[in-house]
């Protein structure tokens, strides 16, 4: 199927829109998601960090209650007593909220010699082995564990140490703060509440140990292992430094990450979002984006084709007035110059052709009517003396003459009749017949007509005859409608069987109008020269054989002379081919009209016709 210019031209536009609609849509798809990548990212990221920072901040305020006790357990050159010592734990009950499983002074060995709360065997125990404790003897500064094993109680500790310090900056002994991580905890337990319920996965990393602190469900008394590399890719991406990102974890769901380092106590703080709950929002602004864009895209390819189909409709104006001018010779009308440049610079080239045309159909019609009417007054010298010599004026003609001067004078009235159809068609494309109404009666121009080509249908072996019953009194141009008759009959006759009839019937159909028909026993108008029946030069064929003779003008002065006389000409086949011809008819004058007079031998009325 072969798409119009205009269904082209709409295609690509539709096309087009589409193609830069989905171009758009893409774009900003992928730059909208990684835009929420980088948003969830940086906002995990900061939510981390406050974790971390809200830890530290925990650390430091009990780190500071710690070293605000220290001060008080020595007189300045040594260290108190064990019972004074004890009764001065004893009477710190804000410390001991800050360290609910004991606070405990060890002397300069780290041996410990004091505690707040009992615990069995604690007295005595020597911590200088444990790391942090080394740390303290060589720095002098406060020290906070890392997440140890308690020696007697097996539990998760985190262990304060503030330095007792002389005078001099002597290290006199240790006081020491215990948190279980098992009963008390440091983490920020409203962030890890709200992470739960927000379905976002919040763990805490002991890099040193490689242990959960917070495994992302709960706070257990145990420390778990951490998995093994390849088995969480997300404690994988923690682990290995990246602060900012998106990894797929083992049940192949994709995560936005993001993770900070608390250094003071080697953890690290890791927070993820599936990346669908993270994208969900862009999801949802896309597709309203998506909608509007198609909309926008919608109105505006709406837009492109009416503007296309704007300055498409001079072409298809053009095209109509092309094929009137094609069909009509005569429409010679310029087309008109509007619309864009290209169809203005079209109509433009077009009008100069149909100029040229013009002048060069007038050069023709003129030079046909001179050739015609040079050759017609020679001509009707001819067909006159060849008509005197067939009389016998000259004398008898032997056999031989006589057939030769019969052929030369059929011939001869044969090219009259080209002459004169020639002459007549060239009368009515140029508007210059004009029409002489006399009042008349049809029948008897039916008739006549019928008299006048029996010769013509006794040489095809074709009866006339006629169906017209009244005698139709009008008020016409009866040579023009002789004329329409004689050539209806002649043609019906030319394409009548041997043997068959042609029926003229006249009849009235309505108040001042007239039909004539007339009808054929042939084999009707072919299909595919129906458009083509009126047009000049035009003429019908059967097989490899043309069906008549002449100029094909025929029919088509008929059609030229029905429409002057303000008519209509048309066919249909049935059983034979039917033209008809529809007429309006002025009623007959009563002054000077027809007059109808009995027939002095048959007493039948007939018409005689006076011009008015």
Not at 318 to 328: D, E, G, K, L
Not at 426 to 455: T, Y
Not at 484 to 511: C, H, M, Y
Not at 587 to 593: I, K, L, R, T, Y
Request: with cysteine; aromatic share 6%.
């Amino acid at each position: 199927m072969r798409l119009s210019l205009k269904g082209r031209i709409a295609l690509i536009i539709l096309a087009g829109a589409l193609l830069t609609v989905m171009a758009v849509l893409a774009t900003a798809y992928h730059s909208l998601v990684g835009d929420f990548e980088q948003l969830h990212s940086e906002h995990q990221a900061r939510e981390a960090i406050r974790s971390a920072e809200q830890v530290e901040q925990t650390l430091a305020l009990r780190m500071n209650a710690l070293e605000s006790v220290s001060a008080q357990l020595s007189n300045g050159t040594m260290l108190d007593p064990a019972p004074v010592l004890t009764a001065k734990l004893e009477r710190q009950r804000n410390l001991g909220s800050f360290f609910p499983d004991g606070i405990v002074v060890m002397d300069s060995d780290g041996t410990a010699i004091a505690e707040s709360i009992m615990v069995p065997e604690r007295l005595g125990t020597n911590y200088a082995d444990r790391a942090h404790f080394q740390q303290l003897f060589e720095t002098r500064q406060p020290v906070i564990s890392h997440p140890i094993i308690g020696r007697t109680t097996g539990a998760p500790l985190i262990s304060f140490l503030s330095p007792i310090l002389s005078d001099d900056g002597d290290l006199l002994g240790v006081l020491s703060g215990v948190v279980n991580l098992a009963k008390t905890s440091i983490l920020p337990e409203q962030r890890l509440a709200e992470a739960l319920r927000d379905g976002v996965v919040f763990k805490i990393l002991d890099t040193d140990n490689l242990v959960y602190v917070y495994n992302g469900a709960d706070l257990s008394a145990d420390l778990q292992p951490l998995p093994a590399p390849r088995q969480d890719p997300l404690i994988d991406a923690a682990l290995s430094g990246f602060r900012l990102g998106v990894t797929e974890r083992s049940d192949h769901r994709r995560w936005v990450f993001a993770s900070t380092h608390l250094h003071q106590l080697g953890w690290v703080f890791v927070r993820a979002v599936s990346y669908e709950q993270a994208i969900a929002p862009a999801r949802a602004f896309f597709l309203r984006f998506a909608g509007i864009s198609v909309l926008i895209g919608g109105a505006l390819a709406l837009v492109a084709f009416w503007l296309a189909w704007t300055s498409m409709r001079p072409l298809e104006s053009m095209t109509r007035q092309i094929r009137v001018m094609a069909t009509h010779g005569g429409d010679n009308r310029p087309l008109s110059e509007s619309g864009v440049s290209e169809v203005v610079s079209l109509a433009r080239a077009f009008n100069q052709l149909t100029a040229e045309r013009k002048a060069l159909s007038e050069v023709k019609d003129d030079f046909v009517a001179v050739v015609s009417h040079e050759l017609r007054t020679p001509l009707t010298s001819i067909n006159g003396a060849l008509k005197l010599v067939q009389s016998g004026a000259t004398g008898v003609l032997p056999e031989k003459a006589d057939e030769l001067t019969a052929l030369a004078l059929r011939n001869g009235e044969r090219l009259q009749t080209i002459i004169n159809d020639l002459l007549d068609f060239n009368k009515l494309r140029a508007g210059k017949m004009e029409l002489v109404p006399v009042s008349c009666l049809v029948a008897e121009l039916v008739q006549e007509a019928i008299s006048g080509n029996e010769p013509l249908a006794r040489s095809h072996r074709v009866q006339l005859r006629s169906q017209t019953a009244v005698p139709l009194p009008a008020r016409l141009d009866p040579l023009r409608l002789r004329q329409i008759l004689d050539n209806l009959i002649s043609n019906a006759i030319k394409f009548s069987p041997p043997g068959g009839w042609v029926t003229v019937r006249a009849e009235p159909i309505s108040q001042g109008r007239l039909r004539l028909t007339v009808s054929d026993q042939g084999e009707g108008i072919p299909d595919s020269f129906h458009e083509r029946l009126f047009e000049r030069f035009a003429q019908a064929e059967y097989g490899t054989m043309r069906a008549s003779k002449g100029t094909g003008l025929g029919l088509a002065i008929c059609k030229e002379l029905v429409e002057q006389m303000q008519g209509h000409i048309g066919f249909y086949n049935s059983d034979g081919a039917h033209l008809w011809v529809e007429l309006p008819v002025m009623a007959p004058d009563d002054h000077g009209g027809a007059e109808i007079q009995p027939d002095e031998e048959t007493g039948d009325d007939h018409a005689i016709c006076t011009n008015q």
